[in-house]
């Protein structure tokens, strides 16, 4: 490989990690990473560094321009996303780089958002720096998965999480049970932190009255907010994500058959109360639903509610990925059956998931499926 191309995908590596570090924080911008480096000799040198900050501002390549200063004239740079080129609430960054006296300029793909598609790159073309496009593509598809689905397919990325015991069981009805080893929750807390949002059925929070934050140490503030999809708004007002919605917020989808007065209840309470279409099972349409929360700028999900919302999600097609953790303990008798038969049917179905090794979690073990 020419040393300037083998540089280019260890800047643009660089970039990924640092955008990375802005998952589940940026909605309902990408997060994005970007890298200043100036050539001394055969050896780059990085004047810059940024990623997209908390509530998708300020942007990677600004925060990298700003830190390399005059460093940056005459640089390169290398960005996981094409730099967008609309005037938002502040001005383009291809028009910040081409102040910047950046030369030339590493990018990972063309944005899909109709306001920027192609002409970030083209403001930077115009003002000659050199474009190289299409490095690292399919690493920085991936970090930017969230924000493609919700300007391509107008649904978040939806991430699905189900924890059963070794025979299977994913809960007991009339009480909480503990499936998950220690190190599993911390996986799982960890998985929280780089979502927008965790998505739950009415079904978990009358049966285990969840709090769904992170609670890693020094982490609360990364608690993303939290979903109940609740067709007649059964959700109790004393329940935990009701009565902590003020430190981290519960939004809560339901159908156009729950009262406005019950509505009001829950907003009074700070709860934030959406309605979507019903299904043909006079359940919420789980499609109409996501299609909401994009519009409402969410990119990322993490599905944690139970059995049934993890069927309805996966026969409708909208899940991204599926992490099973199972433990080494059998309940021992009759319970709430983890995998419904539309999940295991299409976890099954090569064409539509790739299991991934599976590796131990703790005393668990945890299987990872792709969508293909
Ligand atoms: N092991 C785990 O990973 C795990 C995770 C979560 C929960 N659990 C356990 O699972 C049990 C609860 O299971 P669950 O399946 O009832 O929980 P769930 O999937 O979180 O909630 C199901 C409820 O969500 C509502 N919902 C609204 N629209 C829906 C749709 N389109 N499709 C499916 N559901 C929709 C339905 O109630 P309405 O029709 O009234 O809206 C439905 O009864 C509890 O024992 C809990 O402890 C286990």
């Known amino acids: 490989m020419e040393i300037s191309a083998a540089i280019d995908g260890a800047m643009m590596r660089h970039a990924l990690v640092l955008a990375r570090r802005g998952l589940g924080r940026t909605w309902p911008n990408p ?29 990677a390549e600004t925060q990298a321009i700003a830190m390399a200063g005059e460093a940056a004239r005459g640089a390169s740079m290398a960005v996981t996303l094409e730099p ?25 793909f063309e944005d899909p958002d109709p306001r920027v598609k192609g002409g970030g790159h083209a403001i930077l073309r115009q003002a000659g720096i050199e474009v190289v496009n299409g490095v690292c593509e399919a690493e920085a598809r991936a970090v930017a998965l969230g924000f493609i689905r919700r300007i391509v397919d107008h649904r978040p990325l939806v991430t699905l999480k189900l924890a059963q ?99 009001e209840a829950f907003r009074a309470q700070g709860v934030i109360v959406e309605r979507a279409a019903l299904g043909s099972d006079k359940r919420l349409d789980v499609v109409a639903v996501l299609h909401l929360l994009a519009e409402r700028g969410l990119t990322r999900i993490l599905s944690e509610g139970g059995p049934m919302l993890a069927e309805a999600l996966v026969v409708a097609d909208m899940v991204d990925g599926v992490t099973i953790y199972t433990s080494p303990e059998p309940l021992g008798r009759e319970g709430i059956v983890a995998m419904r038969p539309g999940l295991k049917k299409a976890l099954a179905n090569k064409k539509r998931f790739a299991a991934a090794k599976p590796i131990a979690s703790g005393r668990d073990s945890l299987i990872h499926y792709y969508r293909v």
């Not at 997060?31 to 942007?59: C, K, L, N, Y």
């Not at 994913?170 to 009480?175: C, F, I």
């Open 84 to 108: 967008c080129a609309h005037h938002g609430k502040t001005p383009p960054c291809a028009e910040a780089i081409v102040a910047a006296g950046i030369r030339r300029v590493v990018s990972a």
């Open 165 to 263: 015991t070794a025979d299977g069981y994913a809960g007991v009805t009339g009480r909480q049970l503990m499936v998950s080893s220690t190190s599993s929750k911390h996986r799982v807390h960890l998985a929280r932190a780089a979502h927008d949002a965790i998505m739950v059925g009415v079904g978990t929070v009358l049966a285990d009255n969840p709090d769904l934050t992170c609670r890693l140490p020094g982490m609360m503030q990364f608690s993303p907010v939290r979903i109940v999809v609740d067709t007649h708004l059964d959700t109790p007002l004393e329940s935990r994500l009701v009565e902590t919605c003020h430190s981290v917020p519960t939004w809560i989808v339901t159908g156009p058959g729950a009262t406005e007065e019950k509505a």
């Open 31 to 59: 997060s994005v990473g970007a890298v200043i480096w100036r050539m001394e000799g055969q050896d780059p040198v990085i004047v810059g560094r940024g990623f997209t900050q908390a509530g998708g501002r300020p942007h």
